[in-house]
Antibody, heavy 118, light 109 residues
Framework: EVQLVESGGGLVQPGGSLRLSCAAS????????MTWVRQAPGKGLEWVSG????????YYADSVKGRFTISRDNSKNTLFLQMNSLRADDTAIYYC???????????WGQGTMVTVSS | QAVVTQEPSLTVSPGGTVTLTCGSS?????????PYWLQQKPGQAPRTLIY???NRHSWTPARFSGSLLGGKAALTLSGAQPEDEAEYYC?????????FGGGTKLTVL
């Protein structure tokens, strides 16, 4: 069974940092594009960042470029999102998603909540 | 980045048919934008229904179909069921950058 489990969310002060993880299982992780999507409370979905299939290219939304970094450890089947200089408008549920540029989006994780507040 | 537009809300009668659309500020939505449709119910993670314009995932009921219509991506629900009441999002690609539409709240009433 394909499964994605996010972790690392929590409460952080404005200007702080947080690293999210997404543990993948049930598929050959290294060969797939992977993506982060977020959803602010009561709002719509926002694409945040992604890896292309094979992990050769990375992409970022303008809203997080220069502050967030996506990475992956194929030996541990894990996707990461390093978030720096966090702002109140980064408060959201962050979802890990299998798929992206070169791979079909199909499986979503259950999400991890990030709250940026003093 | 581009703006993707959807109807904010639509209502369909049980058993009826409704079409949701997805437009792009950059021009016509084409197959080259690999449009997706996703469904999200309250308190749940989204799930992908349609990929690459018109392809269903194995879990997608056959009453959902995707197409291109008048320069937009379209999701048609034929024979609406009460459980189809949800928020529907389209997602389109701009060469590796993906943009969601604002979502359509579909009421089955």
């Amino acid at each position: 069974e394909v499964q994605l489990v996010e972790s690392g969310g929590g409460l952080v002060q404005p200007g702080g940092s947080l690293r999210l993880s997404c543990a993948a299982s049930g598929f050959t992780f290294s060969t797939y594009a992977m993506t982060w999507v977020r959803q602010a409370p009561g709002k719509g979905l926002e694409w945040v960042s992604g890896f292309s299939r094979g992990g050769t290219s990375t992409y970022y939304a303008d809203s997080v470029k220069g502050r967030f970094t996506i990475s992956r450890d194929n030996s541990k089947n894990t996707l990461f999102l390093q978030m720096n200089s966090l702002r109140a408008d980064d408060t959201a549920i962050y979802y890990c998603l299998k798929g992206g540029w070169g791979s079909t989006f199909d499986i979503w994780g259950q999400g991890t909540m990030v709250t940026v507040s003093s | 980045q581009a703006v993707v537009t959807q109807e904010p809300s639509l209502t369909v009668s049980p058993g009826g048919t409704v079409t949701l659309t997805c437009g792009s500020s950059t021009g016509a939505v084409t197959s080259g934008h690999y449009p997706y449709w996703l469904q999200q119910k309250p308190g749940q993670a989204p799930r992908t229904l349609i990929y690459d314009t018109s392809n269903r995932h194995s879990w997608t009921p056959a009453r959902f179909s995707g197409s291109l219509l008048g320069g937009k991506a379209a999701l048609t629900l034929s024979g609406a069921q009460p459980e189809d009441e949800a928020e529907y999002y389209c997602l389109v690609s701009y060469s590796g950058i993906w943009v969601f539409g604002g979502g359509t709240k579909l009421t089955v009433l």
